[in-house]
């Protein structure tokens, strides 16, 4: 156990379907990420969080939508995804140098 | 953002040293050298980092350049369960009011195996 807790683990989802990933850290961390990992692809950055306000957005589709309702929970809600949305997605947290990840939820879109 | 670059790939065996290169010419003054590694089918977990001055951990040791341009992380006893892929990332420090800034940028990372 990291300190960052995701849920689900696994999700497998139709493109039609409305789903949300959690993230919950109580390090006492202000900052909150999350991550795309696809297959035989690094890591690629979606979202930034710090103090709960959005900072970056990484051109990501609106079907992908972060919600940050306080310092400690992070969501992804999802809508008609494609496919190509299967993938391992990460949340983490940064008191602002070094920062703790969550293991992942695997997303299956069918 | 200041880029890394690592080999893809490197093998080791068990109980023996392994040096994992990286190479960050264009490294800042005031960015930090971050290593994380990535075990199969988990999230990415902090390795080490550093400024200037070599840096010791229970994990791992760093050795930086003198002129920062490379360092190498180095994993004293090899064990099977340091099979992973190890990132080398920049990072700038912490700004002096203390908040948060700066993001962890994933490149493709050495591949390490480790042999029985």
């Known amino acids: 156990e990291t300190g960052v807790t995701q849920t689900p683990r696994h999700l497998v989802m139709g493109m039609t379907n409305k789903k949300s990933l959690k993230c919950e850290q109580h390090?006492?961390?202000?900052?909150m990420y999350w991550y795309k990992q696809s297959a035989k692809k690094p890591l690629e950055l979606m979202f930034v969080?710090?103090?709960?306000?959005?900072?970056e957005n990484n051109s990501v589709p609106s079907r992908f939508s972060p919600e940050c309702p306080n310092s400690s929970h992070l969501f992804l809600h999802l809508h008609t995804l494609q496919p190509e949305d299967s993938a391992l997605y990460l949340c983490?947290?940064?008191?602002?140098?070094?920062?703790?990840f969550g293991s992942g939820t695997r997303l299956t879109v069918v | 953002d200041a880029k890394t670059t690592q080999p893809n790939s490197m093998e080791s065996n068990e109980e023996e040293p392994v040096h994992l290169p990286c190479n960050h010419s264009?490294?800042?003054?005031?960015?930090?050298i971050h290593w994380y590694r990535q075990l199969p089918s988990q999230g990415p977990e902090y390795v080490i980092h550093?400024?200037?001055s070599n840096v010791n951990n229970r994990m791992a040791s760093l050795a930086i350049a003198e002129d920062r341009k490379s360092s190498t992380l180095i994993l004293h006893r090899a064990t099977l369960r340091d099979a992973a892929v190890y990132y080398c990332?920049?990072?700038?420090?912490?700004?002096?009011?203390?908040?948060?800034?700066?993001?962890?940028?994933f490149g493709q990372g050495t591949i390490l195996t480790v042999h029985p």
């Open positions: 390090l006492g961390h202000n900052a």
């Open positions: 990332i920049l990072l700038p420090g912490r700004n002096a009011g203390g908040t948060s800034y700066g993001k962890l940028t």
């Open positions: 264009t490294i800042s003054g005031t960015d930090y």
């Open positions: 969080y710090n103090f709960k306000e959005q900072t």
């Open positions: 983490a947290s940064s008191p602002g140098d070094g920062y703790t």
């Open positions: 550093g400024l200037t």
